[in-house]
Protein backbone atom coordinates (compact mmCIF):
# COMPACT_ATOMS: atom_id res chain seq x y z
CA UNK A 1 0.00 0.00 0.00
CA UNK A 2 1.37 3.13 -1.49
CA UNK A 3 1.67 6.52 1.13
CA UNK A 4 -1.18 8.23 -0.21
CA UNK A 5 -3.88 5.51 -0.16
CA UNK A 6 -2.44 5.10 3.67
CA UNK A 7 -3.14 8.74 4.32
CA UNK A 8 -6.65 8.74 2.58
CA UNK A 9 -7.43 5.67 4.74
CA UNK A 10 -6.72 7.23 7.82
CA UNK A 11 -8.13 10.47 7.03
CA UNK A 12 -11.43 8.25 6.35
CA UNK A 13 -11.76 6.37 9.60
CA UNK A 14 -11.26 9.74 11.58
CA UNK A 15 -13.56 11.63 9.62
CA UNK A 16 -15.97 8.37 10.17
CA UNK A 17 -15.54 8.74 14.22
CA UNK A 18 -15.89 13.03 14.14
CA UNK A 19 -19.20 12.08 12.35
CA UNK A 20 -20.21 9.84 15.05
CA UNK A 21 -19.07 11.25 18.36
CA UNK A 22 -20.57 14.80 16.87
CA UNK A 23 -23.68 12.20 16.82
CA UNK A 24 -24.09 11.49 20.52
CA UNK A 25 -22.34 14.80 21.95
CA UNK A 26 -18.95 12.95 22.58
CA UNK A 27 -17.18 16.74 21.98
CA UNK A 28 -13.73 15.40 23.63
CA UNK A 29 -14.02 12.50 20.87
CA UNK A 30 -14.39 14.89 18.31
CA UNK A 31 -11.35 16.90 19.23
CA UNK A 32 -9.14 14.20 19.64
CA UNK A 33 -10.11 12.87 16.36
CA UNK A 34 -10.06 16.65 14.60
CA UNK A 35 -6.22 16.54 15.63
CA UNK A 36 -5.73 13.53 14.07
CA UNK A 37 -7.05 14.58 10.94
CA UNK A 38 -4.65 18.25 10.93
CA UNK A 39 -1.75 15.74 11.42
CA UNK A 40 -3.00 13.73 8.69
CA UNK A 41 -3.49 16.77 6.21
CA UNK A 42 -0.05 17.91 7.62
CA UNK A 43 1.95 14.81 6.65
CA UNK A 44 -0.13 14.92 3.50
CA UNK A 45 1.19 18.32 2.32
CA UNK A 46 4.67 17.35 3.18
CA UNK A 47 4.23 14.10 1.01
CA UNK A 48 3.01 16.42 -2.13
CA UNK A 49 6.29 18.53 -1.42
CA UNK A 50 8.70 15.43 -1.37
CA UNK A 51 7.02 14.01 -4.53
CA UNK A 52 7.33 17.02 -6.50
CA UNK A 53 10.77 17.49 -5.58
CA UNK A 54 11.63 13.92 -6.45
CA UNK A 55 9.65 14.59 -9.44
CA UNK A 56 12.31 17.86 -10.44
CA UNK A 57 15.07 15.63 -9.14
CA UNK A 58 14.06 12.57 -11.54
CA UNK A 59 13.68 14.94 -14.43
CA UNK A 60 16.90 16.51 -13.92
CA UNK A 61 18.84 12.95 -14.12
CA UNK A 62 17.26 12.18 -17.23
CA UNK A 63 18.32 15.85 -18.50
CA UNK A 64 21.91 15.21 -16.97
CA UNK A 65 21.43 17.83 -14.40
CA UNK A 66 21.80 20.91 -16.96
CA UNK A 67 18.77 22.41 -16.34
CA UNK A 68 17.90 21.74 -12.66
CA UNK A 69 16.83 25.00 -10.87
CA UNK A 70 17.69 24.84 -7.53
CA UNK A 71 15.93 28.11 -6.54
CA UNK A 72 12.85 25.96 -7.37
CA UNK A 73 14.33 23.04 -5.01
CA UNK A 74 14.42 25.72 -2.04
CA UNK A 75 10.91 26.25 -2.76
CA UNK A 76 9.33 23.53 -2.63
CA UNK A 77 12.07 22.13 0.03
CA UNK A 78 10.25 20.86 3.18
CA UNK A 79 9.17 23.48 5.92
CA UNK A 80 9.33 23.45 9.24
CA UNK A 81 6.28 22.61 10.49
CA UNK A 82 4.20 24.80 12.89
CA UNK A 83 3.35 23.56 15.98
CA UNK A 84 -0.85 24.56 16.68
CA UNK A 85 0.26 26.03 19.83
CA UNK A 86 2.34 28.38 17.98
CA UNK A 87 -0.20 28.87 15.04
CA UNK A 88 -3.09 29.59 17.91
CA UNK A 89 -0.51 32.52 18.95
CA UNK A 90 0.32 34.16 16.00
CA UNK A 91 -3.77 34.48 15.09
CA UNK A 92 -4.48 35.93 18.69
CA UNK A 93 -1.51 38.56 18.16
CA UNK A 94 -3.26 39.36 14.51
CA UNK A 95 -6.34 39.70 16.01
CA UNK A 96 -4.88 41.59 18.73
CA UNK A 97 -3.38 44.04 16.86
CA UNK A 98 -6.17 44.79 14.53
CA UNK A 99 -8.34 45.61 17.94
CA UNK A 100 -5.84 48.03 18.85
CA UNK A 101 -5.92 49.61 15.60
CA UNK A 102 -9.12 50.22 15.73
CA UNK A 103 -8.86 51.60 19.61
CA UNK A 104 -9.23 48.19 21.73
CA UNK A 105 -6.78 48.15 24.46
CA UNK A 106 -6.25 44.01 24.95
CA UNK A 107 -3.22 42.76 26.48
CA UNK A 108 -2.66 39.02 27.80
CA UNK A 109 -3.00 37.92 31.23
CA UNK A 110 -1.58 34.24 30.78
CA UNK A 111 -2.32 31.89 27.69
CA UNK A 112 -6.09 32.39 26.16
CA UNK A 113 -6.94 34.84 28.97
CA UNK A 114 -6.95 38.77 27.95
CA UNK A 115 -7.89 42.01 29.73
CA UNK A 116 -9.49 44.91 28.28
CA UNK A 117 -8.77 47.74 29.69
CA UNK A 118 -7.01 45.93 32.84
CA UNK A 119 -11.07 45.27 33.78
CA UNK A 120 -12.59 43.03 31.82
CA UNK A 121 -11.72 39.21 31.32
CA UNK A 122 -11.90 37.13 27.52
CA UNK A 123 -11.12 34.11 26.53
CA UNK A 124 -9.33 33.62 23.04
CA UNK A 125 -9.47 30.33 20.94
CA UNK A 126 -7.98 29.36 17.94
CA UNK A 127 -9.07 26.28 15.56
CA UNK A 128 -8.20 25.44 12.09
CA UNK A 129 -10.84 24.13 9.61
CA UNK A 130 -10.05 20.30 9.89
CA UNK A 131 -13.46 18.95 8.64
CA UNK A 132 -14.84 20.50 6.26
CA UNK A 133 -16.79 23.84 7.42
CA UNK A 134 -16.08 22.61 11.03
CA UNK A 135 -14.10 24.10 13.70
CA UNK A 136 -13.74 22.54 17.50
CA UNK A 137 -12.04 24.92 20.19
CA UNK A 138 -11.59 24.96 23.41
CA UNK A 139 -11.18 27.44 26.29
CA UNK A 140 -10.73 27.20 30.34
CA UNK A 141 -13.34 27.46 32.97
CA UNK A 142 -12.82 30.98 34.14
CA UNK A 143 -15.19 33.46 34.68
CA UNK A 144 -14.84 35.41 31.73
CA UNK A 145 -16.88 38.51 30.61
CA UNK A 146 -17.24 36.87 27.05
CA UNK A 147 -15.04 35.50 24.32
CA UNK A 148 -13.37 35.14 21.07
CA UNK A 149 -13.64 32.34 18.52
CA UNK A 150 -10.65 32.84 15.73
CA UNK A 151 -11.41 29.94 13.14
CA UNK A 152 -9.07 29.74 10.10
CA UNK A 153 -10.53 28.55 6.83
CA UNK A 154 -8.62 25.88 4.45
CA UNK A 155 -7.45 28.71 2.40
CA UNK A 156 -6.22 30.64 5.51
CA UNK A 157 -9.56 33.51 6.03
CA UNK A 158 -9.93 34.29 9.24
CA UNK A 159 -13.46 33.92 10.97
CA UNK A 160 -13.12 36.27 14.27
CA UNK A 161 -16.76 35.20 16.41
CA UNK A 162 -16.89 38.26 18.75
CA UNK A 163 -19.72 37.32 21.41
CA UNK A 164 -21.72 40.17 23.08
CA UNK A 165 -21.71 39.61 27.12
CA UNK A 166 -25.46 38.82 27.27
CA UNK A 167 -24.98 36.29 24.74
CA UNK A 168 -22.30 34.13 26.19
CA UNK A 169 -23.25 34.46 29.35
CA UNK A 170 -26.67 33.13 28.55
CA UNK A 171 -25.46 29.93 27.03
CA UNK A 172 -21.94 29.15 29.10
CA UNK A 173 -23.85 26.60 31.15
CA UNK A 174 -24.54 25.03 28.26
CA UNK A 175 -21.57 23.52 26.89
CA UNK A 176 -19.81 20.92 27.53
CA UNK A 177 -16.08 20.01 28.70
CA UNK A 178 -13.24 17.38 27.74
CA UNK A 179 -11.27 15.32 30.61
CA UNK A 180 -9.28 18.31 31.49
CA UNK A 181 -12.21 20.70 32.25
CA UNK A 182 -11.96 22.51 29.12
CA UNK A 183 -15.28 24.57 27.73
CA UNK A 184 -15.49 23.16 24.27
CA UNK A 185 -16.88 24.95 21.73
CA UNK A 186 -18.65 23.60 18.28
CA UNK A 187 -19.04 25.77 15.16
CA UNK A 188 -20.55 24.49 11.47
CA UNK A 189 -21.26 26.59 8.51
CA UNK A 190 -24.79 25.41 7.09
CA UNK A 191 -25.62 27.08 3.88
CA UNK A 192 -24.28 30.37 4.54
CA UNK A 193 -25.05 30.85 8.06
CA UNK A 194 -22.69 30.12 11.06
CA UNK A 195 -23.91 28.17 13.58
CA UNK A 196 -22.79 27.37 17.46
CA UNK A 197 -23.51 23.81 18.03
CA UNK A 198 -24.68 23.95 21.95
CA UNK A 199 -25.65 20.75 23.98
CA UNK A 200 -29.39 20.86 25.50
CA UNK A 201 -29.83 24.28 23.78
CA UNK A 202 -29.75 23.71 20.30
CA UNK A 203 -28.09 25.67 17.93
CA UNK A 204 -27.38 29.92 17.87
CA UNK A 205 -26.82 31.34 14.48
CA UNK A 206 -23.80 33.55 15.33
CA UNK A 207 -23.66 35.40 12.07
CA UNK A 208 -23.83 38.55 13.25
CA UNK A 209 -20.94 37.88 15.82
CA UNK A 210 -18.65 37.96 12.66
CA UNK A 211 -16.05 41.08 13.45
CA UNK A 212 -18.43 42.85 16.00
CA UNK A 213 -15.98 44.49 17.47
CA UNK A 214 -18.89 46.84 19.26
CA UNK A 215 -19.19 43.79 21.51
CA UNK A 216 -15.99 44.87 23.09
CA UNK A 217 -16.21 48.17 23.13
CA UNK A 218 -19.81 47.79 24.95
CA UNK A 219 -18.25 45.68 27.71
Known sequence: ????????????????????????????????????????????????QLVAALDMLEKAIKQNGENLDFSQMER????????????????????LKHAQELGLNISQVKGVRYKL???????????????????????????????????????????NFIFSKDFYQKFKSYLSTDEN????????LR???YHLLIPQAGNENINRF???FTNLNQL
Not at 14 to 41: F, P, Q, Y
Open 1 to 48: MDLQTRINELKTKAMGKIENAAKVGNTSLVVSNSRIVEEIDNLEKRLN
Open 76 to 95: ISLPEKISRKKRGETKRNSF
Open 117 to 159: NDRHLIGIAYASENRPNRWFLGLPPENFNTIVLLCEQKKGKML
Open 181 to 188: GQLKYNIA
Open 191 to 193: NTD
Open 210 to 212: LDN
